[in-house]
Each structure stands twice: as C-alpha cells, then as structure tokens.
C-alpha cells in the first residue's frame, strides 16, 4: 500500500493548503492519538521550529492528540534532534516536530519520532494514513489528554549535547562563527559552544517567524562565510531552520560540506578504535569521499538520498556513521538522529585530538568537481521518464566514463527534480548538467 500523505522525512506542504491546512493537522493528531493508545494510555512531546505558522499548527495537533486521550508535554522551539533526544529520555509514546527543516517560512511539516529517537516504520505511517480515513471523534470528557509544559527542555538538550565531546575537552582556544538560520537552535547552539569554552560571534539568532532560512544557515552559507572572514574566527558553523543539518567554513572562509566532515568524523573514528562498520553516504556524495575512505582502509556504501535510508542501511550494516553533502551527519554512538551541532561538536573534536585545522584537515580529501542544477517541476517522474531526458542522461555518462557519474532524481521535499553531474573537470561537468537541465525545462 503506498502512502498518500508520509513523503521520506513526514508530511511536508504549503502552509494553508492540503496537507498543512489546520483542520488536517486537526484530523492528524487524533489519528496519530488513536493508534498509539490502541496499547494503553499514550504521552506525546511536540516540538517546533519558529515559523509563524508553528502555532497554529501546535494547537491543532494538540487539540487531536488530546481529543484521543493522549497526554501532551510542549517543548516550545527545539531542534529535531533535540526532540528525538527528548522523546527517549521522557519514555514518551512519540515526539512530533513541526518543521519544514531547510524549506521557507511558507511550508511547514510534521515528522514523527519513536519513543527510541527513530524514525516510524513504514507500518507505522500507514496505521496512521488508515486512521486518517475514520470519522473526527472525541474521547468522553474523563478521558481526555492533559497538556503541560517541560520549561527545561532547552537546558537538557544543551547538557546532551555538550555531553557528547569526550570528557576534558573543550573549546577555550577557538573562536567560532555560528548561524542559527533565525530557526530552532537560535537559543540552544549558542550556549553549547560558549559553556563549552569557545568565543562565539553569532548571526540568526534573531527569528520574527518569516526569516527563518532566509538568505542564512546552511542553505545560504555565504553570509556566514563572510563573517568568519571579517570576524577572525578559526571556523563557522551554519545550522539549518530546525538543527539536524550544519555546513562549516574554515578560517579562510572555504566552505566544508556534510562530504567532507564525514571523513574528518571517520578517520578520528577509526583512530580511536571507535569505528564500526562501512560508512554511509549517498548517491549524491562525492566520488572523492569514497577514494579518500578507501585509502584510510574504511569501507563505504551509498543509500539512497534522505536521512530515513541512510539510518536503514547502517543499521543494515551495523554502522555507526552516515550522511549526506547537505550537511546531515549521523553519528549513532552520540545520537539516534542527523544532529548537526553535535556532528559539528565531532569534527571540533578531531580537530583537537589531532592538533591540526579544519582546512589541513580536509585537505587530505580531494573532491572531484560535482554542479548540482534544481529545476523546478510539478511532474518530476513524468519529466525523469521522458524519452529525451533519458536519452541526453546516458550520452553525458558516456562521455563521462568510469570517472565521473550521473544521478536525476525528484526531490522527497520540493516540487523539483534534482540533477547532479561528477567528473574531473569543472567546466565540463558544468556544461553537462547545464545540457540535461535545459532538456528537462524543453520537455516540460
């Protein structure tokens, strides 16, 4: 049965229109209440980033979820990751997050955790989508869920993650750059690097609930970039709208994607003995990383994109390290989830332990030149199936060869279809994916 609603990271839309209408959310927290007390009684954290739309939707889920007996416990803005955490350490039911991560402030989601920190199964999200079809109905009154605060949530979070540096270390000599994208970690990244010793200068940490993502954080590290420069700091860290992804910059302003921090993670990893397993990337990670792993003598297999496979296939593996160029690291001996200040606490971490800087650091991995295009679509498997596009994507990898590669796929979050185009030489992989985006664009 495929699902109608659950895409690869929870239910994600426009503000206003189906599914993020009010009165879905509604119908939602009571289906999702209905399934879970099916087992007795059910406690549910909701948590949330800082769209404007973030209250409307927290009321319409806890309505729902306290119309099916479900007892609710609001954490106010908190990270993804910090919901996960939270979600465990509370023994809750399930955490739910209202977020569209990376996306502007006109979308927002919904995505769920287990009451381990996971993601749902499968057969989860289709109880749910089963649920979603029966009538809207109310517990009787003695039995409706109660609605509290947990006014230390962000303090917890911030002793977790400061928790997952080893012991002893700190960062008293750094100075370090963050941005906060104007979204959830805005309170919470800031006291974890300045009460683990390091001068923090900051930027975005000032959300209005219509700026979060916009021209800042990880999907617009420029700004970022620029104030390490003018700052001075030896790095930067640009966290996403709801903190399970971070990008860094080095001291000279070069930007180190999710690629590269996997490898300075990995080989710090395997040089403490605490490595277990391949590493995980994507389709879309860099043909470089997986040379650079291969002579560090660590193994390396691809999922396909998205969080939720990359957490499938190293569980498949018993790994313990995974993530993709977006910046969404998972480090499964700290956390259950992509976190990305505690990633960004793990490179800092190797950083020390070797004495070296992050750009020395990864220098070691050479990058082959790779250009992502997005082209904007409403049918992007029927654009993907067309008979032109698949003909001008298997003459470019042709004349790629064995050193370069071709990946078309739809976007699990946006009405686009993603192309990404590898091989040694920068302009020419440019052209190439040039070349295919302007058949797509034709053909549609």
């Known amino acids: 049965m495929s699902k109608r609603y659950f895409g690869t990271d929870g239910i994600r839309g426009r503000v206003g229109a189906q599914p993020m209408s009010p009165d879905f959310v509604l119908r939602l927290g009571q289906a999702v209440g209905g399934v879970l007390t099916r087992n007795g009684p059910a406690t549910v954290l909701i948590g949330k980033d800082t769209r404007i739309s973030g209250y409307m939707f927290e009321s319409a889920l806890e309505a729902g979820l306290s119309a099916a007996g479900v007892n609710v416990k609001l954490l106010g803005p908190m990270p993804t990751p910090g919901v996960a955490y939270l979600t465990k350490t509370f023994r809750a039911s399930a955490g739910v997050v209202i977020s569209a991560s990376h996306n502007p402030f006109e979308d927002n989601g919904v995505k769920f955790f287990t009451p381990a920190g996971g993601k749902l199964s499968d057969e989860m999200e289709l109880a749910i989508e089963r649920a979603l079809d029966s009538s809207l109905c109310t517990v009787e009154s003695a039995q409706l869920g109660k609605v509290s605060r947990i006014n230390d949530a962000q303090g917890r979070y911030v002793e977790f993650c400061k928790s997952t540096l080893d012991p002893g270390v700190n960062l008293k000599d750094m100075k370090i750059a963050l941005d906060c994208a104007h979204g959830a970690t805005y309170q919470i990244a800031p006291h974890v690097f300045s009460e683990l010793g390091a001068d923090v200068v900051t930027m975005g940490v000032q959300p209005d609930g219509l700026n979060i993502n916009d021209g800042c954080g990880s999907t617009h590290p420029q700004a970022l970039q620029n104030l390490v420069r003018e700052s001075g700091a030896d790095l930067g860290v640009a966290l996403d709208g709801d903190g399970d992804r971070a990008l860094l910059v080095d001291g000279d302003g070069r930007l180190v994607d999710g690629d590269e921090m996997l490898f300075i993670i990995a080989t710090a990893m395997k040089r403490a003995n605490r490595l277990r397993g391949p590493v995980v990337g994507t389709l879309m990670s860099n043909l470089g990383l997986e040379l650079a792993l291969r002579d560090a003598g660590i193994d390396f297999v691809r999922a396909a994109v998205g969080d939720r496979f990359v957490l499938e296939k190293l569980r498949e593996h018993d790994g313990v390290l995974g993530g993709e160029p977006s910046g969404h690291v998972i480090c499964l001996d700290r956390t259950s989830t992509g976190d990305g200040i505690v990633a960004s606490l793990q490179v800092l971490g190797a950083m020390i332990a070797s004495g070296r800087g992050l750009a ?85």
């Open 360 to 444: 020395d650091l990864t220098r070691v991995m050479g990058r082959l030149p790779q250009v992502l295009i997005n082209v904007k679509t409403t049918n992007a498997s029927a654009a993907m199936s067309c008979a032109e596009v698949r003909e001008v994507t298997e003459q470019v990898q042709t004349e790629l060869g064995a050193r370069g590669r071709v990946v078309l796929r739809p976007s699990g979050t946006e009405p686009l279809v993603r192309i990404m185009v590898e091989g040694q030489h920068s302009d020419a992989v440019r052209g190439y994916a040039e070349r295919i985006a302007s058949v797509i664009r034709s053909a549609l």
